[in-house]
């Protein structure tokens, strides 16, 4: 799903840009039949990837060159917001899943609610895009016990924070990977902007919330640059669903191998011995429990490099997994739904627009 973007503008006149800056000012929508905020303009920047308000501002100044020096220059427009909440008011489920046609409608309405006429959304730059994928593990202890697993996670080249049972993030020049527990997040940030909407109602959306697992990749300038993806009309599902798959099998090792992924002490120790000779799979399997018990950090550090990256990647290929293990973990008492993996094809994943995601965006799909 898309969820949050930035979008840069052609350069636009000074006359555009005056008339942008006053529609900022003060705008903000507000349901009267249910009293949610809708939507809300700021022209600073926004506070964090949860922020519900839209970014509108005016820009004079660019950086060009290598080393990249700031010049001034025509002014143009950075558009940033969650599509997926400009549209559903929330960003649990239900969200776009064309991220062109997603762009064209975020800056149409944009432009239709402060009253101006953006330049064509088509030639629009796009300087980042947010693509999630979210699993419904079917309870809030399950999602905790799951993000706990993640401990030991690491991705290669980059450091990793933690925070608790809720989630973990690992930022990039190119890519930033975000593995979390909507729940928490949810109560947070959004609560209270639905807290004159029915009790019902919000109720089912913290029930919703709750049992969610949401790993998002944030997509920035150079990666798109570099993969020639540059324009809203060069956006396409195909590519953001690729790079999706690529940066959770880095971060998890997880979908690198079709084969079924093991991870019981049990399993792990007939796989090694089912494809690799006795000596190996035993060598493999002693490295694999230290994985599971302190993981690859600390073994890294008291293990030959040569020796640590081959045994790992003789891991990987056959489907051998050590977080979750059941050597921290009692199998029998997991809550995590048995054999559940953050990957596209488990069929925990939640998937499909809303009806009204779907009507918005049918106008800008077929057009292109």
Known sequence: MVDTVRLRSPHISEALAWQVTQACQVRTG????TGEVLYEFTTGSLEGSWDTRVSVQVKRQKWVGK???????????????????????????????????????????????????????????????DWAEVYDLGSFAAVQEYVHRLNSAEYPRRKVARYGCESLSSPGS???????????????????????VDNEVVSDLIGLADRLLRFEVEVHR??????????????????????????????????????????????????????YSQELAGRLFG???????????????????????RHRAQLVDVGVQWLG??????????????????????????????PAVATALATFQAAA
């Not at 002014?75 to 599509?83: D, K, M, Q, R």
């Not at 997603?102 to 959304?121: M, N």
């Not at 690729?242 to 979908?255: F, W």
């Open 30 to 33: 507000v349901d009267v039949a």
């Open 67 to 129: 080393p990249a020096v700031l010049v001034d220059c025509a002014p143009f427009l950075v558009v940033e917001g969650s599509v997926h909440k400009a549209l559903l008011g929330h960003n649990l489920t239900g969200g776009p899943e064309d991220p062109s046609a997603s762009c064209h409608w975020f800056l149409t309405e944009v432009g239709r609610r402060l009253d101006v006429e953006f330049p064509s959304s088509g030639g629009w730059q796009v300087d980042r895009l």
């Open 174 to 196: 190119t890519t930033s990977v975000k593995v979390y527990h909507k729940g928490p997040e949810f109560r947070k940030h959004d609560v209270r902007r639905w807290r004159r």
């Open 222 to 275: 150079r990666k798109l640059e570099a993969d020639g993806v540059r324009l809203v009309d060069d956006l396409d599902r195909a590519y953001f669903e690729a790079l999706h798959d690529r940066e959770a099998a880095r971060l998890l090792r997880e979908g690198q191998c079709e084969m079924e992924q093991v991870r019981t002490h049990r399993e792990v120790k007939a796989r090694l011995d089912a494809r």
């Open 287 to 309: 490295t694999w429990l230290q994985f599971a018990a302190l993981g690859e950090a600390v073994v890294k550090a008291s293990m030959n490099r040569a020796t640590f990256y």
């Open 325 to 354: 293990a059941d050597v921290r973990v009692v199998a029998q008492l997991s809550l995590v739904p048995e054999g559940f993996r953050p990957v596209r094809t488990d069929p925990r994943r939640v998937s499909g627009e809303h």
